[in-house]
């Protein structure tokens, strides 16, 4: 008895129906795969370019800040200068008139009072505000006490003196005032 057994194919003959479905198959999948592949190397050269974008970007920062620190106050120098400019005009005029006496301590004190207006100016527009607190009530966050004396006309705790001014930056406390207050005296002691 024989049986009918399908001869095997032959190199070069054409294949079977399976046979060809398969090597479609691996060609897809080969070609997903290559897909895939450069999809992977299309991020990865992204990740890299958003790593140097990051790093550029943190050295710009760096260097921003560093000139920051370095020139920040370049603005408030600039606006000060012409105070210094006008101190040493004062100065100079006032050595240079020594002789004549009264009238050049007038004028000494003239450009003093002026080059002190300037001064404070400037410190205004950058956002400094000079306490001269007298007559007011003691606050310790503004001020600093540094004595108490008696005084029957002042209500206590009021500031009769200012011994050095105090000065705020953008409303926070740079200096504090020193000031002399009232004590807590009654105004009129009781009659015996």
Same mark, same amino acid.
Request: charged content about 30%; cysteine-free.
């Given at each position: 008895?024989?049986?009918?057994?399908?001869?095997?194919?032959?190199?070069?003959?054409?294949?079977?129906?399976?046979?060809?479905?398969?090597?479609?198959?691996?060609?897809?999948?080969?070609?997903?795969?290559?897909?895939?592949?450069?999809?992977?190397?299309?991020?990865?050269?992204?990740?890299?370019?958003?790593?140097?974008?990051?790093?550029? !970007?943190?050295?710009?920062?760096?260097?921003?800040?560093?000139?920051? #620190?370095?020139?920040?106050? $370049? %603005? &408030?120098?600039? /606006? +000060?200068?012409?105070?210094?400019?006008?101190?040493?005009?004062?100065?100079?005029?006032?050595?240079?008139?020594?002789?004549?006496?009264?009238?050049?301590?007038?004028?000494?004190?003239?450009?003093?009072?002026?080059?002190?207006?300037? !001064?404070?100016?400037?410190?205004?527009?950058?956002?400094?505000?000079? #306490?001269?607190?007298?007559? $007011? %009530? &003691?606050?310790? /966050? +503004?001020?600093?006490?540094?004595?108490?004396?008696?005084?029957?006309?002042?209500?206590?705790?009021?500031?009769?003196?200012?011994?050095?001014?105090?000065?705020?930056?953008?409303?926070?406390?740079?200096?504090?005032?020193?000031?002399?207050?009232?004590?807590?005296?009654?105004?009129?002691?009781?009659?015996?």
């Amino acid at each position: 008895m024989t049986t009918n057994v399908p001869p095997e194919p032959e190199e070069g003959a054409e294949s079977s129906p399976e046979l060809a479905a398969e090597e479609a198959f691996l060609d897809a999948r080969g070609a997903e795969i290559e897909a895939l592949q450069a999809q992977v190397a299309e991020l990865k050269n992204a990740v890299l370019r958003e790593r140097a974008d990051s790093d550029n !970007l943190r050295k710009r920062f760096e260097r921003e800040k560093e000139s920051a #620190l370095k020139f920040g106050s $370049e %603005k &408030l120098i600039k /606006e +000060l200068l012409p105070v210094i400019d006008s101190l040493t005009l004062g100065l100079e005029a006032a050595k240079a008139h020594e002789a004549e006496g009264r009238q050049a301590l007038d004028h000494f004190i003239e450009g003093s009072s002026m080059t002190l207006k300037l !001064l404070l100016d400037v410190l205004q527009k950058n956002g400094v505000i000079e #306490l001269d607190p007298v007559g $007011e %009530k &003691l606050d310790p /966050e +503004l001020h600093q006490a540094l004595s108490v004396i008696p005084s029957p006309d002042a209500e206590p705790n009021t500031i009769l003196h200012v011994a050095q001014k105090g000065y705020l930056l953008n409303g926070r406390v740079i200096r504090a005032a020193q000031v002399i207050v009232a004590d807590g005296a009654q105004k009129n002691p009781p009659q015996a």
